[in-house]
C-alpha cells in the first residue's frame, strides 16, 4: 500500500500531535504515524508541569501561549485536558539573584506574572519549609499542570476531525530520503507514504531516524524517575522547583504528590530501561523533600515510574531542516509537554515555510556544530531553559 501526503510526522507524542493538530487546522494534508497509541510513550509519563518560568524569551512565550491554550483546551480541541492552575515556586541559590532578576523582569514584560522573592518574603510564603541555601525565590503566578494523555489525545482526535490520518501502531521504520524534498516513510507493515515534507517528533527514537536522512544529530537518552506520594500525616505543601537539592514538586489530586530530579541521569537505551522506581531511588527523591520540608517525613510512598528524555547537548530543543524537505522537532529535554501546543504552530509554520518565528532560528539541529549551544536555565539546571 502507497499513499501520498503534504506533511508526514513520525511520532504521536504532544509535539508530533500538536504538528498534526495545527497542520490539519491550515488545510494541509497531513498523516501521522505512532508505533503506539497518541501519548502512549514518553509523553504518557511526564510529569506534565506547565510553566513559562524560561530564561529563553521564545520558549517563555511559546509555554505562555501553551498555558493559554491549556486553559480552553475543551473549547479548542474538545477534550478538556485537566489544567489545574497551582502557582509554581522556584527556589535559587543566593548566587542567581542578578540573573533572576533579569529574567523575572523580561518575563513580567511578556506577561507572565512572576513575582521575585527575598528572603523575609520566602519565609512568609513558604511556612514550614527548611529555607537552607535559599537565597532568593520566584513566584509564576499562572503555571500549574494538567493530564498529558488527554492533551495529546485532543490535539489528536482534533487532527482526525479536520482531515489529518492518524496511524497508531505503525512504527517507521525507513526514512528515504527524496532529492526534490520530502521522503518515502517506510512502516513495520510494509505500507509506503510519499510525504512532500516529513517532521521526525519521535523523541528518543528520532536519532536513528534522522541518520537516514543523513544527519547525525547529538541526542542522548536518559532514564528519569517520577516519585509519587500520599500525603498521609504530612500537611500539604505547594508546587516548587528546588534548585538547591535538585528536584520538582508538585500536587497530584487532593491526596499525592508527584516529584522528580531536574538534573542529568544516567543514558540509557530507547528500548532497553527499567521502567519500574527502585526503593533506592524512592529513598533519593524523598530525603531531598524532607531535607527541604522536614514535614514530609510524614508522607507515604506510593513508588512511581522512570520515563525517557530525549536530550540535545545545551537541554534546549532541536527544531529545523535537516535535508530538504525533512525536519526535526527532539531534544526537549524533559521540558517539552509545556511548549508543544503552541510551538506546534511555529513548527508547522517552518515545514511549509509560511511567516516563521525568527526565534526558531536558534534551535537550529547543527548549532552545536558552529560552537552556537544556548545559554538557558541555571547553571547545571538546564532543563529550566
Known amino acids: 500500500m502507497s499513499e501520498t501526503f503534504d506533511v508526514g510526522i513520525v511520532g504521536g507524542g504532544i509535539h508530533g500531535a500538536a504538528a498534526a493538530y495545527h497542520l490539519a487546522g491550515r488545510g494541509v494534508s497531513v498523516a501521522l504515524f505512532e508505533r503506539g497509541t497518541p501519548g502512549s510513550g514518553p509523553t504518557g509519563r511526564s510529569s506534565a508541569v506547565c510553566r513559562a518560568y524560561y530564561t529563553n524569551e521564545f520558549l517563555a512565550r511559546a509555554a505562555r501561549d501553551s498555558i493559554a491554550m491549556f486553559e480552553r483546551y475543551e473549547e479548542l480541541t474538545g477534550v478538556d485536558a485537566g489544567f489545574r492552575r497551582t502557582g509554581f515556586r522556584y527556589l535559587h541559590p ?57 492533551a495529546t489525545e485532543g490535539l489528536a482526535r482534533k487532527a482526525a476531525a479536520d482531515g489529518a490520518t492518524i496511524r497508531v501502531a505503525t512504527a517507521i521504520v525507513g526514512l528515504d530520503p527524496v532529492a526534490s524534498g520530502g521522503a518515502v516513510l517506510v512502516a513495520d507493515d510494509g505500507s509506503r507514504a510519499s510525504c512532500a515534507a516529513v517532521l521526525i517528533a519521535a523523541g528518543p527514537w528520532t536519532r536513528p531516524l534522522a541518520l537516514q536522512a543523513g544527519a547525525d544529530l547529538p541526542l542522548t537518552v536518559e532514564r528519569h524517575i517520577v516519585g509519587t506520594f500520599r500525603w498521609a500525616s504530612a500537611e500539604p505543601v505547594p508546587a516548587h522547583g528546588d534548585l538547591i537539592h535538585g528536584y520538582y514538586f508538585r500536587p ?12 542529568p541521569e544516567p543514558e540509557v537505551e530507547a528500548d532497553d530501561y527499567t521502567e519500574a522506581i527502585a526503593p533506592d531511588e524512592v529513598e533519593r527523591l524523598a530525603s531531598m523533600a524532607v531535607r527541604r520540608v522536614p514535614g514530609l517525613a510524614g508522607a507515604e510512598s506510593t513508588r512511581g515510574w522512570a520515563s525517557l528524555y530525549d536530550v540535545s547537548p545545551d537541554w534546549q530543543p532541536m527544531i529545523g531542516e535537516i535535508a530538504p524537505g525533512i525536519f526535526v522537532d527532539a531534544g526537549t529535554s524533559g521540558h517539552g509537554f509545556k511548549l508543544a501546543p503552541a510551538l506546534g504552530g511555529h513548527v508547522a509554520d517552518l515545514v511549509t515555510g509560511a511567516n516563521v518565528d525568527p526565534g526558531l532560528a536558534a534551535f537550529d539541529p547543527f548549532r552545536f556544530e558552529r560552537g552556537a549551544e544556548l545559554a538557558a536555565g541555571y547553571r547545571d539546571a538546564r532543563i529550566l531553559g
Open 94 to 150: 543566593p548566587e542567581d539573584r542578578e540573573a533572576m532578576g533579569e529574567a523575572v523582569s523580561r518575563l513580567n514584560g511578556l506577561g507572565i506574572t512572576t513575582d521575585l522573592w527575598e528572603s523575609d518574603e520566602i519565609a512568609a510564603q513558604l511556612p514550614g519549609f527548611d529555607l537552607t541555601g535559599v537565597g532568593v525565590a520566584a513566584f509564576e503566578h499562572d503555571a500549574g499542570h494538567a493530564d498529558p494523555h488527554a
Open 252 to 263: 497530584e489530586g487532593d491526596a499525592q504528590f508527584l516529584m522528580g530530579p531536574v538534573h
